[in-house]
C-alpha cells in the first residue's frame, strides 16, 4: 500500500513563495504518475499540476508559469514551488499517486495554503 504524506503548507502573503513537498513510502515509487491537486470550500478537487515516471509536466492553466512540480525518486518525494501566490490560491492541497498501468491512486491527507494579506 502507498503511504503519501505532505507538508509545507501555511500562511504566505500574495506574491510569496512556498513549496509543498510529498514523501512517499511506495518502493517503486519512480514508476508512479505523480500529481498535486487543490480543493477549496465548496469547489471540486482539480489537478494541479502532474509528473509522470519520464519527468514529462503539465499544469492547470491558472498555474502556469507561477508553480513548478519535480520530482527525486531517489528520495522518493515529490515537490511543488508555487510562486507569485494569489489569494485564488487558497486551498487544501494533496498529493496523488497513480500507477501508470494498475491505474490505482493513493491519496495524502492534504496540507492547508492559505494566501492572504
Known amino acids: 500500500q502507498v503511504q503519501l504524506v505532505e507538508s509545507g503548507g501555511g500562511l504566505v502573503q500574495p506574491g510569496g513563495s512556498l513549496r509543498l513537498s510529498c514523501a512517499a513510502s511506495?518502493?517503486?515509487?519512480?514508476?508512479?504518475?505523480m500529481g498535486w491537486y487543490r480543493q477549496a470550500p465548496g469547489n471540486q478537487r482539480e489537478l494541479v499540476a502532474r509528473i509522470t515516471s519520464g519527468s514529462s509536466t503539465n499544469y492547470a492553466d491558472s498555474v502556469k508559469g507561477r508553480f513548478t512540480i519535480s520530482r527525486d525518486n531517489a528520495k522518493k518525494t515529490m515537490s511543488l514551488q508555487m510562486n507569485s501566490l494569489k489569494p485564488e490560491d487558497t486551498a487544501l492541497y494533496y498529493c496523488?499517486?497513480?500507477?501508470?498501468?494498475?491505474?490505482?491512486?493513493?491519496w495524502g491527507q492534504g496540507t492547508q495554503v492559505t494566501v492572504s494579506s
Open positions: 511506495e518502493i517503486t515509487f519512480s514508476i508512479y504518475t
Open positions: 496523488n499517486a497513480n500507477h501508470p498501468i494498475r491505474k490505482r491512486e493513493y
